[in-house]
């Protein structure tokens, strides 16, 4: 299925009566409803705020190993509906399967997620679509666990095929071999990618899973703004060091107050004439040294071209190895000195690279 242009999704700020949206939309709330009391307490604390549009609570709980907690299931949506009834918030849970869907519509809840494990499977992704066929309910689609925009954007598209129109996606980050601060990898690039894709696609950032530590929540939290991504969602207990899971990553509703009261909103667009016209100036700076740069790339390409067919002329093999490594060493050395990062200079080498080696084996085949 080809990707559709999304063109005709509903704005955030007519999902839900009674928000009066200002970006961000903030979604709080646990990690897992535990209990009638945890529930309730949570979501007092949080309406007093005045700063929360959407209650969150998650009562079902994907787990890596078995016999860890997996959420209380169906009986949570009934607190869920409780909180909407006393506290006036709307209500929000993620679902991982057709029967999630029919017991949370059920319950009245009024926005759904689906989580990252679910969007990589296409399979599952179908289902939950052809159940939400006729359903008008916000729908939010998480990256998938693997830095994959195609699946992520596949996911959204079968969502968005069964006729949902107040359709978003979540930014949790994705998973990355070994430790780092972060719990997940934020991959800043693939979402505004998506947004690039989708301009009237929301996209929501979840700082607690980029994070997976509390202490780091603030900082995430307002890096998210300064990418202009539509809202937040944070997950917020009322005694998080007694949560039942992900316990560091949750905050307590004043401590979540406290960071969105401290973030910095920056306007996307300014009237002021002279920051334009300066602006503009340095973008023409900036789309000149990109031209420069296409066609310095184009006559490496073109003398690669010629390298390969010196090596088929006297029987050399088109890879050399040693001289590949030789210009990675030097290139990483070359470009800290010029303040470029180990990691930039390896990728953007990588596919230099990769490309050259491409251009020497087609310019051969040609002439066989």
Same mark, same amino acid.
């Given at each position: ?104 519509? $059920? ?87 998506? $947004? ?67 973030? $910095? ?36 390409? $073109? ?12 029987? !050399? ?27 930039? !200079?390896?990728? !953007? ?20």
């Amino acid at each position: 299925m080809a990707a559709n242009e999304l063109n005709d999704l509903i704005p955030m700020s007519e999902w839900l009566p009674g928000i009066t949206l200002e970006r961000p939309l903030i979604i709080g709330g646990p990690c897992s409803a535990e209990s009638a009391e945890q529930v309730m307490q949570t979501a007092k604390e949080i309406k007093a705020l005045n700063k929360v549009d959407i209650f969150r609570a998650g009562v079902w709980k994907p787990r890596t190993f078995p016999n860890n907690f997996e959420g209380v299931g169906s009986i949570g949506l009934s607190w869920l509906r409780e909180v909407k009834q006393k506290t006036g918030l709307p209500v929000a849970t993620e679902v991982g399967s057709v029967q999630h869907v029919y017991e949370a519509i $059920k319950y009245g809840v009024d926005l759904i997620w689906i989580g990252a494990r679910t969007t990589a499977n296409p399979f599952a992704m179908q289902e939950i679509a052809d159940a939400l066929k006729g359903v008008n309910i916000p729908v939010l689609v998480k990256n998938p666990l693997s830095p994959d925009l195609e699946l992520w954007d596949g996911g959204i598209n079968r969502i968005y095929a069964a006729g949902i129109r107040k359709l978003g996606a979540i930014h949790r980050g994705f998973s990355s071999w070994g430790k780092t601060e972060l719990r997940n990898t934020p991959h800043w690039q693939i979402p505004i990618e998506l $947004k690039r894709l989708h301009p009237n696609l929301p996209i929501i950032g979840d700082p607690s899973h980029i994070c997976g530590n509390r202490t780091m929540i603030e900082e995430i939290a307002q890096r998210a703004m300064d990418f202009s991504l539509d809202g937040l969602m944070i997950e917020s207990h009322c005694n998080p060091d007694a949560a039942w899971s992900d316990a560091k990553q949750q905050v307590t509703p004043l401590r979540l107050g406290e960071i969105l009261g401290n973030l $910095k909103m920056k306007a996307e667009t300014t009237d002021n004439p002279q920051f334009n016209r300066t602006l503009e100036e340095l973008r023409l700076q900036i789309d000149s040294f990109d031209d420069q740069l296409l066609s310095i790339l184009e006559n490496r390409m $073109k003398i690669a071209e010629k390298i390969g067919m010196y090596k088929k002329e006297n029987n !050399i093999s088109i890879l050399q190895s040693t001289r590949w490594s030789d210009i990675i060493i030097k290139m990483i050395n070359k470009g800290a000195n010029k303040g470029l990062s180990d990691k930039f !200079i390896s990728e !953007i080498f990588q596919s230099i690279h990769e490309e050259s080696i491409n251009h020497q084996i087609n310019i051969t085949k040609k002439k066989e």
